[in-house]
């Protein structure tokens, strides 16, 4: 019999029981479920709603049964339908009538959603220390590049040449934004909904902002219709997650080819390659394939709560049972592709001289080639076309712009000098590049320092976060 079956004549359907139970999804947030039920009872003989007694009997009952399920020595069983039935109809088998008491002036729709938030708190604090996790990799294997130069593109085209450190500190800027959002998730989570009860309040002289403080919640949730109906926390830690997820599946499209035989800019560790059963000689960059593969996961999950979100009248539905196994598939997913792609980037090996070799191709230096006819007085546009006609002599003999002789240059235009071979160096191409955030070396150092300091600010960020119960290990299983 359900704890709410008191009105009904009939039991549930058999189909419904496990049609209808969240609960192997939401046993892996026992630790949060148990937390809340510690602070509530505690609030409750604070306020003189129960006694110390029935207050102290509940929460060494409580510590019991964590500990069992820490120690997977606790069966679940489905005809609890969650785990917040689960956890109070054992307390009350363990202790009686204390754990009877437990529910005054509570319902699970204000559990649930302070569960749920307590769960977000921890995935998007463990999100923002795997994120630094990375950022750090990024940062060191920046720092390592040196003066190391690759064809930079646009289309996949070779464009301009560019110091491969510019090229890996753009991601440590994406992720520093990634950081920002989850940031951003965490403190969308950090309110406390109890105390809504079902959804109105309760008639109890509840002390909202005790059980706020005693499970690390900055503040209350104004609205009690708004505290159990609201999933907004979830959906920014999922576009959140969504957004990482893009950015790594970026870096991974770009390990692919970088490591491929076309390219070979990259060889990965062999700790983070695989290779095939009937092809000895190859090894496959699949751990960079799979975290774009699994990006496509992470923004389902998205989706689908979004979707499952849309129209749904105040106040608690049902349907919102549906959103936690989005939310934690898409924290667990992004951190373990966060964590592989830390060790792929720390482990590669980077091959300088495929970079440069691949440079004697794709005309890198014809911007440089045109900007040295518009420093001697040509319109650029002008300059523009008077290139692009030497680009085309070049590939109608099959080189490079840069192999073309002297007086191809001459006849193309009367501003051309010897002194046109210093524009192919493709050294001093990058190093002319000084804007703030171009890719000349000095730049590049002053991006990298600014780089760092961020990191360490948001390292301090992580310090400062509210307290979090953190996920349980036993139970998410
Ligand atoms: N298992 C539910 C969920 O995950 C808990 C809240 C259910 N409340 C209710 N009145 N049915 O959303």
């Not at 129960?50 to 509940?58: K, M, P, V, Y």
Request: charged letters at 25%; hydrophobic letters at 45%; a negative charge.
């Amino acid at each position: 019999m359900a704890l709410w079956s008191g009105r009904f004549e009939e039991g549930a359907a058999p189909v419904t029981q496990a049609f209808g139970a969240s609960l192997p999804v939401d046993k892996a947030l026992y630790k949060q479920d148990i937390a809340g039920s510690r602070a509530h009872a505690q609030m409750l003989a604070a306020q003189g709603i129960i006694s110390e007694e029935d207050a102290e009997a509940i929460r060494a009952g409580l510590a019991a049964i964590e500990r069992d399920i820490d120690a997977g020595a606790f069966t679940f069983d489905i005809a609890d339908e969650d785990i917040h039935m689960a956890i109070e109809a054992e307390l009350t088998r363990r202790i009686g009538e204390p754990g009877a008491r437990l529910h005054t002036g509570r319902s699970r729709n204000d559990q649930v959603a302070t569960d749920t938030r307590l769960a977000a708190k921890a995935l998007a604090k463990r999100l923002m220390q795997a994120n630094l996790g990375l950022r750090h990799a990024l940062l060191e294997a920046a720092e390592r590049a040196g003066d190391t130069v690759l064809p930079g593109m646009t289309h996949l085209q070779h464009a301009q040449p560019v110091l491969f450190a510019h090229h890996l500190l753009a991601y440590a800027w994406m992720l520093a934004r990634d950081f920002t959002r989850l940031h951003a998730a965490f403190d969308a989570a950090d309110a406390s909904p109890l105390g809504a009860a079902a959804l109105a309040g309760t008639t109890y002289p509840l002390d909202r902002r005790l059980t706020a403080q005693l499970l690390g919640f900055t503040g209350v949730v104004e609205n009690s219709l708004d505290a159990v109906s609201d999933r907004d926390f979830l959906l920014d830690l999922e576009y959140a997650c969504s957004v990482a997820a893009v950015h790594l599946s970026r870096l991974s499209e770009e390990i692919v080819l970088w490591s491929s035989q076309e390219f070979g800019f990259i060889t990965l560790s062999d700790a983070y390659s695989t290779g095939s059963s009937i092809m000895p000689q190859k090894k496959n960059p699949d751990f960079a394939e799979l975290i774009r593969g699994k990006c496509g996961r992470v923004v389902g999950d998205l989706v689908q709560l979004l979707v499952t979100m849309k129209g749904l009248p105040l106040a608690y539905n049902k349907d919102m049972q549906e959103d936690k196994e989005g939310a934690l598939d898409a924290a667990r997913t992004l951190e373990q592709c966060l964590a592989v792609m830390t060790g792929m980037v720390g482990t590669w090996t980077v091959n300088a001289d495929r970079m440069r070799a691949s440079m004697a191709r794709g005309h890198l230096a014809a911007t440089d080639v045109a900007d040295y006819l518009a420093k001697r007085g040509m319109p650029f546009r002008e300059a523009h076309a008077v290139v692009g006609h030497l680009v085309l002599e070049a590939e109608r003999s099959g080189c490079d712009i840069s192999e073309l002789p002297l007086e191809t240059f001459q006849a193309a235009n009367e501003l051309f000098g010897a002194d046109i071979a210093g524009a192919f160096d493709l050294d001093a191409i990058v190093a002319a590049r000084t804007t703030e955030g171009g890719t000349a070396p000095a730049a590049v150092a002053e991006q990298l320092r600014r780089a760092q300091a961020r990191y360490l600010v948001d390292e301090n960020a992580v310090k400062l976060l509210s307290p979090v119960v953190e996920m349980g290990a036993a139970g998410a299983a």
